[in-house]
């Protein structure tokens, strides 16, 4: 059964440092893996998502990578700024018995102080 | 606005009180998907849909829930006889299942409804 694990659960810092996410999975058998954005109370926005086949994604500030041997993709966010706080979920889809849905870590919870 | 409705945003019930939920999908999508997630957690798939046809269900679907997709268009997630277990925040989510392109198939997520059963 696959287990995503996000490290750290929560994370401050001051604005402008880069900083790193970490997700682990512990089957490699992925077709896709997707890192997401949950601001309090609300929805989840889609940040990236990197396919099975690729090492990384960018979009802006930005930057996931994916290592699906080893079972780990970080996302690394540069120059943090306030508004970059809230909740970053991971979430793979994998061959296993469900096709459907996407299995989510517990999600790291980032503050960025002004 | 194109994106994932979901109506209503708050619902805050009796136990033992039966409730529904509505998803609105992008206009294109053919594939629906909902999730929970409680406090603390991630989202947990509970079933979804590839145009009308309710494709897989999650052992986190109780008997008390029942989801719908009648038009293949928006779907309805009704919970029969509440508990406080059920309250949670309830998502819907939605994304163009093209045939062999699960790789590239990226969800994208409505606001959600938090339920709160007293």
């Known amino acids: 059964k696959q287990e995503v694990t996000q490290i750290p659960a929560a994370l401050s810092v001051p604005e402008g440092e880069n900083l790193v996410l970490n997700c682990s999975f512990t089957?490699?058998?992925?077709?896709?893996l997707q890192w997401f954005r949950q601001d309090p109370g609300k929805g989840l926005t889609s940040l990236l998502l990197?396919?099975?086949?690729?090492r990384e994604q960018t979009s802006g500030r930005l930057n996931a990578s994916l290592d699906k041997s080893s079972g780990r993709s970080t996302l690394y966010i540069a120059a943090s700024q306030p508004g970059d706080s809230a909740t970053y979920l991971c979430?793979?889809?994998?061959?296993?018995?469900?096709?459907?849905?996407?299995?989510f870590g517990k999600g790291t919870k980032l503050s960025v102080k002004p | 606005d194109t994106g994932v409705s979901q109506d209503p945003r708050h619902k805050i019930t009796k136990r033992g009180q039966n409730v529904t939920f509505r998803c609105d999908p992008i206009?294109?999508?053919?594939?629906l998907y909902w999730y929970r997630q409680t406090l603390g957690q991630g989202p947990e798939f509970l079933t979804y849909f590839q145009n009308e046809a309710q494709l897989e269900k999650s052992r986190l679907l109780s008997d008390r829930f029942s989801a719908e997709r009648p038009k293949g268009s928006f779907s309805t997630l009704e919970i029969q006889r509440t508990e406080q277990g059920d309250s949670a925040m309830y998502l819907c989510?939605?994304?163009?299942?093209?045939?062999?392109?699960?790789?590239?198939?990226?969800?994208?997520f409505g606001p959600g409804t938090r339920l709160t059963v007293l």
């Open positions: 206009s294109e999508h053919n594939r």
């Open positions: 990197i396919q099975s086949s690729q």
């Open positions: 979430a793979v889809r994998d061959y296993g018995g469900s096709q459907g849905n996407l299995i």
């Open positions: 989510a939605s994304s163009l299942g093209l045939a062999g392109a699960l790789v590239t198939d990226t969800q994208y």
């Open positions: 089957d490699s058998a992925i077709y896709n």
